[in-house]
C-alpha cells in the first residue's frame, strides 16, 4: 500500500476535518503519496501538509441548476472519475454522505473502501434511506473504523468482525503544553465547541448560573465558531435572561486554546451526542480537571473514569452538572486527582501511535482485498 486517499465534504473547521487533515499529514510523512477528495471549499479550512494533494471533485459550474437526482449522480460520477484516473490503493471516507458516496463510487473499480463512523450512529444512520442505503451500499466496504464500541455494536455483525475502533489523534501543540499547577488556576469553568445544538451549551449555562449563585467570583467561557443553526442566538438569549454579561462570555473561535484554556479550574463538554470529540481529547491532554456529558456513541465513558481522571454527569441533567463543577472547585483532591489522570490521554492518543494503529488496519483491508 503506498497510495491512499481520503474523501469527506470539506475540510472545514470540525472535528472529522480535523483528524483527516492529521491522519494525511502523517501518512505524507512516512512516505506514502496522499489525496483528499473533497466536495466543496469552505471559508475556513485545515490546511494540508506539503505533498497533500487536494482534489475537488463535488458539483461543476452549471451543476447547481439540475435536479436533486440527477446531482446526487454527478456527485458519485466525479469521484468515481478520480478514482478511475489516480488508482490508490486504498479509499478512506469520512462521515455519513461521504461513506455512501464512496462505496457508490468505487463500484466495480476493485478499490477497497474502508468508511469511517464519526459520530453517533443511532442519530445519523437511522433515517429512512439509511435504512436503504446501509445494507445495500456498507456490504461493499473493505472494512470500517469506529472511534468507540458502542458506535461498532450499532452496525451489523459482518461489518463489525472487519472493523478497528481507533481514537482520534491528538494535535501535537496539545502534547507540547505544560500543565497548569493548581495554584496557577483561574477562577474560571471553560468549554470548546462550536455552537451548535447538539453540544448543548444552553444547558452549560443553567448549569453555571447555579454555581455562580455560589461561587460569584468565577466565571464562565466558551470557545466556538457560531454554526449557524440558531445556537448563539439562543445562548445570547439566556445570558441576557440572567443579565450575565459580565460572568458568562461568548468568545468565538480560537487558534490558540492550548494557551486559553491551559490555567483554567474545570474544562465542561456539554454535548447530547458525539463521536471522539477532539476538544475533550485536548482537554484532557492538558490536565485539565474535566467534566463531560456521558454522552452517545460513548466517547465520554471511555475516555473518563469517575472520579479518577475526570467526572461524569447524566446528558441534559443542569442540576447534575451545576453539582460537578461545584464538587470541582470545592474538593482540591479530586481536582488533582482528575488533573493528573487525564494526562494518560496523551500516550493513547499520541499522533505516532495512532497513525500506526490506521497504517495497519488500511494494509490489512488492502491485503484481504487482494487476495
Known amino acids: 500500500m503506498k497510495r491512499i486517499s481520503f474523501h469527506l465534504n470539506s475540510l472545514e473547521r470540525g472535528g472529522a476535518e480535523r483528524v483527516v487533515s492529521t491522519l494525511a499529514g502523517l501518512f505524507a510523512e512516512h512516505g506514502y503519496e496522499v489525496s483528499i477528495t473533497t466536495e466543496w471549499y469552505a471559508d475556513e479550512e485545515y490546511q494540508l501538509a506539503p505533498?497533500?494533494?487536494?482534489?475537488?471533485?463535488?458539483?461543476?459550474?452549471?451543476?447547481e441548476t439540475?435536479?436533486?437526482?440527477?446531482?446526487?449522480?454527478?456527485?458519485?460520477?466525479?469521484?468515481?472519475?478520480?478514482?478511475?484516473?489516480?488508482?490508490?490503493?486504498?479509499?478512506?471516507?469520512?462521515?455519513?454522505?461521504?461513506?455512501?458516496?464512496?462505496?457508490?463510487?468505487?463500484?466495480?473499480?476493485?478499490?477497497?473502501?474502508v468508511i469511517a463512523i464519526r459520530d453517533d450512529p443511532k442519530a445519523l444512520y437511522s433515517g429512512w434511506d439509511d435504512k436503504i442505503q446501509i445494507p445495500l451500499l456498507f456490504p461493499r466496504a473493505a472494512g470500517a473504523v469506529f472511534q468507540t464500541g458502542e458506535q461498532k455494536a450499532f452496525f451489523a455483525p459482518r461489518l463489525q468482525d472487519n472493523?478497528?475502533?481507533?481514537?482520534?489523534?491528538?494535535?501535537?501543540k496539545y502534547l507540547s503544553v505544560n500543565p497548569a499547577r493548581d495554584e496557577e488556576r483561574r477562577k474560571e469553568v471553560v468549554m470548546s465547541s462550536r455552537l451548535v445544538r447538539k453540544k448543548n451549551q444552553a444547558?452549560?449555562?443553567r448549569a453555571f448560573q447555579k454555581v455562580h449563585e455560589k461561587h460569584g467570583d468565577y466565571i464562565l467561557?466558551?470557545?466556538?465558531?457560531d454554526d449557524g443553526d440558531g445556537t448563539k442566538e439562543?445562548?445570547?438569549?439566556?445570558?441576557?435572561?440572567?443579565?450575565?454579561?459580565?460572568?458568562?462570555?461568548l468568545l468565538g473561535a480560537s487558534d490558540t486554546l492550548e494557551q486559553d484554556l491551559r490555567d483554567a479550574m474545570v474544562y465542561c463538554l456539554s454535548s447530547d451526542y458525539e463521536g471522539m470529540p477532539n476538544a475533550l481529547l485536548e482537554a484532557m491532554a492538558m490536565g485539565l480537571p474535566c467534566i463531560s456529558t456521558d454522552c452517545p456513541a460513548g466517547a465520554p465513558a471511555e475516555l473518563i473514569k469517575d472520579g479518577e481522571n475526570g467526572l461524569l454527569v447524566p446528558v441534559g441533567d443542569e442540576n447534575a452538572m451545576a453539582a460537578a463543577i461545584c464538587r470541582m472547585i470545592e474538593d482540591r483532591d479530586l481536582r488533582l486527582r482528575c488533573a493528573a489522570g487525564a494526562?494518560?490521554?496523551?500516550?493513547?492518543?499520541?499522533?505516532?501511535?495512532?497513525?500506526?494503529?490506521?497504517?495497519?488496519?488500511?494494509?490489512r483491508c488492502v491485503r484481504q482485498t487482494k487476495a
Open 343 to 363: 494526562l494518560s490521554i496523551r500516550d493513547k492518543a499520541a499522533p505516532e501511535k495512532i497513525y500506526e494503529q490506521w497504517r495497519d488496519f488500511l494494509e
Open 66 to 113: 439540475k435536479g436533486r437526482w440527477t446531482k446526487f449522480r454527478l456527485r458519485i460520477r466525479y469521484l468515481r472519475e478520480f478514482l478511475e484516473t489516480e488508482k490508490p490503493d486504498v479509499c478512506v471516507s469520512f462521515t455519513h454522505r461521504p461513506n455512501y458516496r464512496a462505496l457508490s463510487a468505487a463500484r466495480g473499480t476493485g478499490i477497497p473502501v
Open 51 to 63: 505533498g497533500i494533494k487536494r482534489v475537488h471533485v463535488g458539483l461543476r459550474d452549471g451543476d
Open 203 to 205: 444547558m452549560l449555562l
Open 234 to 249: 439562543e445562548l445570547e438569549k439566556i445570558i441576557a435572561e440572567y443579565h450575565a454579561e459580565s460572568y458568562m462570555l
Open 221 to 225: 467561557k466558551i470557545y466556538g465558531k
Open 163 to 172: 472493523s478497528a475502533v481507533i481514537l482520534n489523534p491528538l494535535n501535537p
